[in-house]
């Protein structure tokens, strides 16, 4: 049995371990308390400007707008009309031909340079400097530079064609090419933003890896696919996924190399394109606000389907 002695001495140390979870309370809600106050301005920039007009948008994608910012409710009006657009059918079928081509052809070329610039040779900083450089140059300079490349006239690319006595085409002004030249375009921009990813992704290789493969005799090309390539797939996942969206919203280079008053313009619109049409040009943001909701849904399903299929050839060391 238990002493007065030793009952009270428990009760002490009751006492005790409570008033340290009070304050232990106390301190952990100050500190939650502050650090919800740090990321406040965030969080409200966040809602301004990301999430209430998701919800606006979604909201307008119902609405008819009329002159001076009237609008009113229609119901599903605009979703009847998207089904019966042959401009929205166009600008996807131009949509899914920029990203079956940039999106893949950047992607092998930036794991091509990146496995380059990888290895110990002279200058390498130099040749990752230059091939970065497009990623942090502005959309419009980057425009300006390849509508003179590829002008027809008097373009660097058709006088180095000529050299050959090569008869250059009409690289943005021919409706049967605009878009793939264009697509050219933005693999160029696309490879240095990818080929740092990769080089992050290659020097997080651990080098007993190859080391062994070199011992058991596998050449190059085996070590590249069955080393290098199944650990780098978290980053290509990571890089396909982003190139996807971003490929999906493409808008500065079909506008800033193609343009409103150009022949080829309907050869070369995407959805992102109309939206800015139908926004900007037609004033009807109840139709944009539709098509705005369309690319949302098919961008969410095709990433869900990505998350879904990485698990099959996604490999995590």
């Known amino acids: 049995m238990k002493t007065a002695g030793v009952e009270l001495a428990e009760e002490r140390r009751k006492g005790v371990k409570e008033v340290r979870a009070r304050r232990g309370r106390k301190i952990a809600w100050k500190d939650m308390l502050s650090a919800y106050i740090m990321i406040a301005p965030l969080m409200i920039g966040l809602f301004i400007f990301y999430i209430w007009p998701v919800f606006q948008t979604f909201y307008f994608s119902f609405t008819k707008w009329g002159a001076f910012g009237k609008y009113k409710w229609t119901g599903l009006t605009n979703y009847e009309q998207l089904l019966h657009d042959p401009d929205l059918g166009r600008a996807l079928l131009n949509t899914v031909i920029y990203i079956l081509l940039s999106v893949p052809g950047s992607l092998?070329?930036?794991?091509?340079?990146?496995?380059?610039?990888?290895?110990?040779?002279?200058?390498?900083?130099?040749?990752?400097?230059?091939?970065?450089?497009?990623?942090?140059?502005?959309?419009?300079?980057?425009?300006?530079?390849?509508?003179?490349?590829?002008?027809?006239?008097?373009?660097?690319?058709?006088?180095?064609?000529?050299?050959?006595?090569?008869?250059?085409?009409?690289?943005?002004?021919?409706?049967?090419?605009?878009?793939?030249?264009?697509?050219?375009?933005?693999?160029?921009?696309?490879?240095?933003?990818?080929?740092?990813?990769?080089?992050?992704?290659?020097?997080?290789?651990?080098?007993?890896?190859?080391?062994?493969?070199?011992?058991?005799?596998?050449?190059?090309?085996?070590?590249?696919?069955?080393?290098?390539?199944?650990?780098?797939?978290?980053?290509?996942?990571?890089?396909?996924?982003?190139?996807?969206i971003g490929a999906f919203q493409v808008f500065d280079l079909i506008f800033l190399m193609s343009g409103p008053n150009s022949p080829t313009i309907d050869a070369t619109k995407t959805v992102v394109y109309l939206f800015y049409q139908y926004a900007f040009i037609s004033n009807d943001k109840g139709y944009a606000a539709t098509i705005a909701v369309l690319l949302f849904v098919i961008i969410l399903l095709i990433t869900i389907v990505q998350f879904r299929l990485q698990r099959r050839w996604v490999h995590y060391s």
């Open 108 to 244: 092998i070329l930036a794991i091509v340079v990146a496995v380059l610039l990888n290895q110990k040779i002279r200058g390498v900083g130099i040749y990752r400097t230059l091939y970065y450089l497009p990623a942090v140059t502005m959309p419009a300079a980057i425009a300006m530079v390849w509508r003179w490349l590829y002008n027809g006239d008097y373009g660097l690319i058709n006088y180095i064609l000529s050299l050959f006595a090569i008869h250059g085409p009409r690289w943005i002004s021919d409706s049967s090419i605009a878009l793939y030249s264009i697509i050219l375009v933005a693999i160029w921009a696309a490879i240095g933003n990818n080929m740092i990813l990769f080089l992050a992704g290659l020097q997080g290789i651990p080098s007993v890896y190859y080391e062994a493969a070199a011992i058991d005799g596998a050449g190059t090309l085996p070590r590249f696919f069955r080393i290098t390539l199944p650990l780098l797939s978290p980053t290509i996942f990571f890089a396909l996924v982003t190139s996807l």
